[in-house]
């Protein structure tokens, strides 16, 4: 009497098939992948901003002082954002160690990946904007929240002359 053993287990060629169905599943769902990532980032950024002019906007009610939002750095709006109250009247954000305390009171971080913001009010680029005491704007400004894949919808922020702050979709 001859006992057979009996092996459990994937052949070869069962091992092959499966790795080429899930490479296949892989390569189909990649691409998508990336546009989930890359709307992902323009609606973070864009939450992140009107987020930010919001809190902007409540600080000048609440303290009855000016409150300036501007660029953090030179005049591109994507290197990030400076929300700041200007305490001494003299027009520029002092930071340490120049004064014991800043008067800069929230900072957006720099925009990711190719994603961009631009800043303007009746066409023309704006390079800051202020939030009055009364919770008003210096200006009616239109933030727009883009990315590079062209005709995609991105994020356009409008800020009122009353202070309101609204988002909604646009075609970049």
Do not use: H
């Not at 990649?30 to 987020?51: C, E, K, M, Q, Y």
């Not at 239109?142 to 590079?148: G, K, L, P, S, W």
């Amino acid at each position: 009497m001859s006992i057979r053993k009996k092996y459990s287990g994937f052949t070869l060629i069962e091992l092959m098939i499966t790795l080429a169905l899930v490479g296949i599943i892989v390569g189909l769902a990649a691409p998508s992948f990336a546009t989930l990532i890359a709307n992902s980032r323009l609606a973070s950024t864009s939450n992140d901003v009107v987020g930010a002019l919001n809190y902007a906007r409540s600080e000048a009610v609440k303290t009855g002082r000016n409150v300036i939002v501007n660029p953090a750095a030179g005049s591109n709006w994507a290197n990030g954002i400076s929300i700041w109250i200007d305490r001494n009247g003299d027009g520029s954000m002092d930071v340490p160690p120049a004064t014991p305390d800043s008067e800069e009171i929230r900072r957006i971080p720099e925009a990711p990946g190719s994603v961009t913001v631009t800043a303007s009010s009746s066409g023309a680029a704006v390079s800051n904007f202020v939030f009055t005491g009364a919770g008003n704007s210096s200006g009616a400004v239109t933030i727009q929240v883009c990315d590079d894949r062209s005709g995609e919808s991105g994020r356009e922020i409008t800020i009122t002359l009353g202070g309101r702050v609204r988002g909604e979709d646009f075609t970049c």
